[in-house]
């Protein structure tokens, strides 16, 4: 599944403001609200939700938030980049600068898997992590999380 499946230009946060994790979450809800036309507080809530499960912050400064809403017709991504690294609760304990959103519909069980892994090897490169955390540029961060997707699929 190609990035492009999933994230828009319109999906990139370049200077993401938020100071603790659930104002990162709700600030995410709004842009998810904006692009997929469902409720930001239906959005915060799943999300929450699968927080309380256990932390979407997976180490080395990434969290991938994710869940499943009714209504949704297909997967949509949110990728934003902190101003400053916001404690997350991760895995390793380390502050999260680099976070991508991920939206399913409750139907998506298989395709919602395959962007999550999708998204976990796109951002297990530390380069890639590197690169994006030096830009502070929406459109350029999109094309830094697009391109190569040939490469990278095979």
Known sequence: MPITDLLSPEGIVANLRATSKKQALQDLARRAAELTG???RAIFEVLLER???????I??????PHGKLPGLTRIYGIFARAERPIAFEAIDDRPVDL???LLAPETAGADHLKALAQVSRLLRDRAMCERLRKTADAAALYRL?????GARAA
């Open 59 to 64: 180490g080395n400064g990434i969290a991938i």
């Open 51 to 57: 927080e309380r499960l256990g932390t979407t912050g």
């Open 38 to 40: 469902q409720s930001e």
């Open 145 to 149: 999380l697009t391109r190569d997707e």
């Open 99 to 101: 976070i991508f959103l």
